[in-house]
């Protein structure tokens, strides 16, 4: 239950995840049922597998115009992965900021790395990981998505991905996606009611209490 009368900060929730262990279904789920949440689209240089959609899983710009954000500094962080380059538009997420909006990033432990050292207090993240690796590379290849030799080259970024677990606020196991996205939700609600993020908590306190002695 969230004090919703008192005026909060947002915060930037990133969930990272080798690939395939559910982190999309997860965040879908969770911007489903809760209209305070702006989702973060990033930019990308890798082409778009079939059914995505330019502007809503990513924006998929050529390598020349990515290198033209970075250079402007218009990316909050960015990154290489898998041999295409990723990152986040800075604007959109300081617009959803200032409107008291949470923000949603699917990024990788690179990108979240930047982040926390730019944004340590507004940051909640959420390393996500599989059961198990025979059970990532089952998911990799039911999903259809990939060839056998991206499916190779994805299985070792994710060991790789796995080992910066220690870097993230919570780890979560997904065993079962019902489960962890309830997992999800009990660390934010706890994260929203954070003293430090509930900036109008001295007013209320002040008229609540203080006003009628
Ligand atoms: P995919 O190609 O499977 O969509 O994404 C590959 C990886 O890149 C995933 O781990 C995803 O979370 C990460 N990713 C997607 N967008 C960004 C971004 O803007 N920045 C960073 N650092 N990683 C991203």
């Known amino acids: 239950m969230i ?3 008192i005026k909060r900060r947002g915060l930037m929730l990133i969930l990272s995840s080798p690939s395939g262990t559910g982190k999309t279904a997860i965040a879908h789920q ?51 992965f898998c041999g295409n380059c990723y990152g986040t538009p800075k604007k959109p997420v300081l617009d959803a900021l200032e409107k008291g909006k949470d923000v949603l990033f699917d ?3 690179q990108g979240a790395r930047q982040i926390a050292k730019a944004a340590r207090e507004d940051l909640v993240s959420i390393s996500i990981l599989p059961p198990s690796v025979n059970e990532l590379k089952n998911r990799l290849i039911n999903r259809g998505q990939d060839s056998t030799e991206v499916i190779e080259k994805r299985m070792k970024t994710a060991v790789d991905e796995a080992s910066h677990y220690s870097e993230y606020d919570y ?13 999800v939700k009990c660390i934010l609600s706890a994260e929203r009611l954070k003293r430090e993020r509930q900036v109008g908590l001295s007013d209320f306190v002040k008229e609540c209490f203080c006003e009628t002695k």
């Open 3 to 5: 004090n919703e009368n």
């Open 30 to 80: 969770i911007l489903e049922k809760d209209n305070n949440f702006f989702l973060s689209v990033s930019v990308t240089t890798r082409a778009p597998r079939p059914g995505e959609v330019d502007g809503k899983d990513y924006y998929f710009v050529e390598r020349k115009k990515y290198d033209e954000m970075v250079a402007k500094g218009e990316l909050l962080e960015h990154a290489e």
């Open 107 to 109: 990024i990788e432990w």
């Open 171 to 183: 780890v979560v196991i997904n065993k079962d996606l019902d489960e962890t996205v309830d997992a």
